[in-house]
C-alpha cells in the first residue's frame, strides 16, 4: 500500500513538474510581418547597347520655419535624402556597369530643363528633351531617379539615466530616449 501510494505521488509530482517546465519554457512569440514590394520587371530591346543614367529626383529647397529638435530632425532628413539619392544613383550605375548586355553606361548630370506634369512624368516637351538628350550622349536609352524620399518618425520616451554624481556615486537621473526610424522610398 505504501509503495502503491508513493508511486501515485511520484507520478502526479511528476504530471505536475513537466507541466510547469512546459509552461515556463513557452515564450510569447512578437510576430514581425514584413511586406516586400518589388517594381515590375523591365524588359529592353536588344539592340539597346548605350545608356545614360540620370538624377531627375526634384529636391524640397522651401524653407521651413522650425526650431529646436524639429530642425535637427528636418537637417538629418535632409541628409539623408542626399547621400541615399547619391547611393541609389551610384548602385544603378554600378549595377547598370556590370551587366555584360551593355557596352557603355553614362552618369548624366540633372538635367533641370526636363518639366514633369502634376502627376511626375515628363511632358511632351521634356520628351523631345529627352531625345535631344540621347543624340547629344549617342546613347539608345535613359534611366532616371524620379522620385526619393525619407521620411523620419519620432518616439519619444521617458527612461532613467544611471550617472556618476560628484560623489562618483551612481544615481538615477530622469532621462530621455530619442528613437528616429526613416523610411527610404524611391523609383
Known amino acids: 500500500m505504501i509503495c502503491k501510494d508513493m508511486i501515485q505521488h511520484l507520478r502526479s509530482s511528476l504530471i505536475i513538474g513537466i507541466s510547469l517546465l512546459t509552461l515556463l519554457g513557452c515564450n510569447t512569440a512578437k510576430q514581425i510581418a514584413i511586406a516586400v514590394v518589388e517594381p515590375a520587371p523591365v524588359s529592353l530591346d536588344r539592340t539597346i547597347k548605350r545608356i545614360g543614367v540620370v538624377n531627375m529626383h526634384l529636391a524640397d529647397n522651401t524653407q521651413k520655419s522650425i526650431t529646436g529638435m524639429d530642425l535637427l530632425i528636418a537637417r538629418d532628413d535632409d541628409f539623408l535624402k542626399e547621400k541615399g539619392t547619391d547611393a541609389a544613383i551610384e548602385g544603378l550605375f554600378k549595377n547598370l556597369n556590370q551587366d555584360p548586355r551593355f557596352d557603355a553606361v553614362v552618369l548624366l548630370q540633372a538635367e533641370s530643363a526636363i518639366v514633369r506634369d502634376q502627376e511626375g512624368r515628363p511632358d511632351e516637351t521634356s520628351w523631345k528633351m529627352i531625345q535631344a538628350l540621347c543624340e547629344r550622349h549617342n546613347l539608345d536609352a535613359i534611366f532616371a531617379l524620379a522620385y526619393y524620399h525619407a521620411d523620419t518618425e ?7 539615466i544611471h550617472q ?7 544615481v538615477d537621473k530622469k532621462g530621455h530616449e530619442l528613437t528616429l526610424e526613416t523610411l527610404i522610398e524611391n523609383g
Open 164 to 170: 556618476r554624481d560628484l560623489m562618483r556615486l551612481e
Open 154 to 160: 519620432i518616439t519619444l520616451k521617458k527612461s532613467k
